[in-house]
């Protein structure tokens, strides 16, 4: 299977399966001289893990994690990065039921159409730990970013009928609410709702958004190397988003262009500024120095504990409840995840782009 | 600047700017035995053409594509397809004046923060004119999945409020619209809206959807090179497109498990097939055999004929009025964008997957 | 530092530093459904581990591989497979000393000229044991060729003035001689000179020899991709070596055009053979069906017991003595990392290779 | 065909057939900045043009190229740069007769054995006339290194029995020899053995060497993307080379560690230098600062005018002499693909090294 490998300079390679050995990730491009140490990367990857709340699978995953190359005396060498999460607490047992049948929103089906077969424990390669090498690798792309005065600013905007105002959203809220939603009232209104759904069996959707701030304004590439179209594929490879938009995003299919145009005007600094940001930070594929706002849609959990109509391997229809450990709600998780693939993304396109003008390239090399 | 090479497999090569001595694009990959002519070429890129009618620019672009190598005696041989569309009508002196001020909603200021100066005339590498390498090499794509029975049907589906309904689209009824809209009733009141917009100096934006029929199940590969993710960043690369959804789309954030779970059952030909298509005919990354929905956000086109406030390269506030010919509506000649951009991302997958069975490898190569 | 990910499609990504937790690397592009046991492996890495003869450093290296993921049920399931040897004998102390200077004909001063710093032990990512990844991937590599009937054969031609002769190498010596040369009369010989070298503290310098029958013609892309080409760069890209090349090879400079060229014939089996094989079994960058002949010259162990002019981290001029272990030759142990960069390649090209042909990609898809 | 795409920053798309409409190339990710016109250019390509002499096929090949994209105002804009140069004095009757059958030591039989057929006039994509878009590519590259310093002098070094002597070359010479062999006594001596391989309706074969000055230390990754390996590999793809070797080269197998290796000292500049060069300039695979020497074999041109023995299509064993017009020795016109493949390596291994250091990039964007 091609398509574990992400990126053009900053590359990361990931690999595991839920229930396998473990999980993890391959950074290889990643620079020379950054201080980096597991705790890092830990606490990056503890905000992906099942909190103590109750909308979370209860079992504890341990996900600790190890570097296994790449650092020497507390530093990056530029030499590849492996970072590996081992699988303790996963027991075989629980899915085992699930081998001959195809879940219906799983990937079951389409993995043994490709394949032939598949490694049917909690989804294989398909499981939601996937994400486990993607947000270890974006604790790295995200201390880059920071040491460049970038910071990314992740959290769940809608759940259901619920979505967070504009004006009534704090970043210091984000962690105060137990969905991530920055909107403390409406995280009570979505919890309410949660709760509901939960006692029906049944999951809930919702959507993230991810705001990037602190870019210099000409990150990205024309024609197919956009900023925009990389952030949207790569936020897109995550399980379960069905669909990204940045800035404005639909909303402009019922705009016309005098609303939708934003303004330019000089800032007191002396740099270009916009009066608004319909743009979400990104003009023909390449950063405006403005935030670049992504919202990314995120489906309803698949595994739902009410019984569902499928077809097993035999070819026979038949009527199955999933059992086993599933969050009813991902998108509190999700949230760093999306944080991570925005990260990755972001620092590959500054390292590809600096070898877009001779004459900072002629200030490089010396010359 | 890199950026401008497509896929991994089947790897298209983009050049020429709107005002330059032409555009084009070089095909790698493309396998040999294809019969292939200009003609071909040509039918499928005079859909981007302006029109006959009024909503398209009134000036005349020939744009007739002539096929350099990789062609002979009618059929592709394997080795690279360049293809040339000469610029004959472009008129540099009709932007000259832009050179100095950056355009609001345009990839002025921000290619001349990458690059320290830009190509200014009509957009340079920006303008619409770009996709011309896009669509060319898109034709090419789009007859080798005719010869494996897929086909893609493309249309605009919404202009401003006016938007397709639902068992009142007929693919027939496409072309028969100025605006490329099956649901002829809405089609005519969107015609009705663009002139009002039209008569205020404005333009509109719109979505297009884009269905991709006769997939057979399993193309895609899981985590980051997944077909959904693939196709969304893809068709995210081209100009003004703000969002990309796929099956349900944004409507998930609202939705519970149970009401979006595709429930699969055995149809009479002894396949798997999917009550509903919420999944949009991707799950796990993987085709699954059902059609596959595309919707994509094309913002209104920032050429307005108002006048704006902006800045200039001296760092001054002025207001502009933008002369020249632009569309008031961009999302009937985008159509066939959106699907090049399927295609191309369809026939690389496609390719990549070939190895991904040891059986059907040693098939392949007779062991 | 990017550089450590290999292939388009089959593509591995290695990590590791010889005196870090341990080495490793991950396949992504491996078809689903080969048999794959840790043992396949660990044959494989046994053939560069140090020998019980004299000839190899006396440590002993467990070197252990552990498959992480991508194996289920004995069957890789197409999921990148992850394999990993921890350090377990690596003493950092034996290498501190060269911490402040740069040993002549090692990576030290470059490394610290690229990055600013190293990991000083043992040469870190440039020491031999780096090929670990690459020869774990490469045992999974053959294995896909052995399933296609191609069988690779690799050994050591020339220890300084010993060179085997040909119609007196037979594969079956190989194992037998503890330097791996199929000439045992050529092999005792280079004992000799070997064990006077080793007394005098210098090391030896030769020439590895790799034969792959069994291959198919019609392998390998022309221009940049070409088979001779890649299989060239991929095996130059072994520390120590200093030339590449097939068949005739440098010979040909002092050669005439109806010297060099092979004429075709028929086989008794209707195919075409040709009746020498200067090309070494490739044309024009494609396989001709014949023997792929590539030799390769491997420098003398840098690592010499002598005493030696160098510069340190000051920039002042000394003298070292360098001490540790270090083999006095290392091609014994380099035939099985010069086999594994030959089956990454092949297997690579065969598979961006299946997309060649329409008819033969619409009999794939079932068209 | 995959395989015509070079590169992974500064990354060169060629095209054509010797006998179609013309050749070319696209470069994408070149720099925006650089004074740029088609005179730069031509003045490359004229170097493999085939000259005055009677050494070269009498045709006169115009290879006028043209400039289609990418520069503005004289100055590259950082968007992709088409070169294009048309065919126009291919007569596709000289090579019709050899539709039928496969020439020795050409890839007739490869190209007929991968896609089914081929583009049988001169070659088609085969043809030595295929390193236009080599050359022209090289030429913006030699520009840039020029820029940074780095020049690049190649010249045959061997034809058959003639070997130019180490202390007789001298750049000035190369210009001044027919062959381009800069030491003249040599070259006399060799257009002596030529005017005699000639008489014979015979070819010569012989060797070139490339010599990069004021290469800064520090380029190349680790690895797989070891500047040794990618130049090795880059120039291995030159139609007709059978082997590359670096520094010391295949002469390393006779040679012990104590006279391979070059010691350090310190120069009167403060620069760390070597005494000797056996490493060619490349430790590691990383740049030491010295100069980089590659020796290249280029076999003997397989058209010679003698009958040979071969088979034809239809799988009979016939003898044929080919006609038409064929270079009886390739090395002085191969020279400047040598070197345009070298430039076009390095240039993109400065551009991918440029984010190997955290505080470089700090430094590049301003943190």
Same mark, same amino acid.
């Given at each position: 299977?091609?398509?574990?490998? +992400? ?28 201080? +980096? ?40 060498? @530029? ?18 039921? &699930? ?38 690798? @974006? ?6 970013? *920071?040491?460049?005065? &970038? ?48 006692? *029906? ?19 990205? *590439? ?8 990389? +952030? ?10 069905? @669909? ?44 405006? @120095? ?39 709600? &991902? ?29 900072? &390239? ?6």
């Amino acid at each position: 299977m091609a398509g574990s490998i +992400l990126g053009e300079i900053f590359r990361v390679s990931t690999w595991g399966e839920s229930h396998g050995a473990g999980l993890g990730v391959v950074v290889d491009g990643c620079p020379a001289g950054i201080s +980096l140490c597991e705790e890092d990367i830990q606490d990056y990857l503890d905000r992906r893990k099942p909190g103590e709340t109750k909308y979370a699978t209860p079992r504890r995953e341990g996900d600790k994690v190890t570097i296994m190359s790449g650092v020497f005396e507390g530093m990056t060498t @530029g030499t590849p990065i492996s970072m590996m999460v081992l699988n303790t607490s996963q027991k075989s047992k629980d899915y085992s039921e &699930i081998a001959g049948f195809y879940r219906p929103g799983h990937a079951d089906y389409t993995f043994d159409a490709k394949y032939g077969f598949r490694d049917y424990r909690g989804g294989g390669r398909s499981s939601g730990r996937e994400t486990i090498g993607r947000v270890a690798a @974006g604790a790295i792309a995200a201390k880059i970013l *920071e040491q460049m005065g &970038i910071h990314i600013v992740t959290y769940v905007k809608q759940i259901g009928p619920c979505v967070c105002r504009d004006g009534h959203m704090r970043p210091e809220n984000i962690e105060k609410s137990p969905l991530r939603m920055p909107d403390l009232e409406r995280s009570v209104e979505a919890e309410d709702y949660l709760a509901e759904k939960m006692k *029906e069996h049944d999951s809930v959707g919702g959507m993230i958004e991810c705001v990037v701030c602190g870019m210099p304004a000409g990150v990205g *590439e024309p024609v197919f190397g956009k900023l925009d179209a990389l +952030l949207a594929g790569n936020i897109f490879s995550i399980g379960a988003v069905k @669909g990204v938009e940045i800035g404005a995003g639909f909303s402009v299919a019922s705009k016309s262009g005098s609303e939708n145009n934003d303004e330019f005007y000089m800032a007191a600094d002396g740099s270009v500024k916009k009066k608004t940001n319909f743009a979400g930070g990104i003009l023909g594929g390449i950063s405006d @120095g403005d935030d670049i706002v992504i919202r990314v849609a995120v489906k309803p959990t698949p595994s739902i504990f009410r019984t569902q109509k499928t077809v097993n391997k035999q070819g026979e229809e038949i009527a199955v409840q999933i059992k086993g450990r599933h969050d009813p709600v &991902i998108m509190p998780r999700a949230v760093v995840v999306v944080e991570a693939m925005a990260a990755l993304t972001i620092v590959d396109r500054m390292f590809v782009g600096m070898s877009s003008r001779m004459d900072k &390239i002629q200030e490089f090399y010396g010359f």
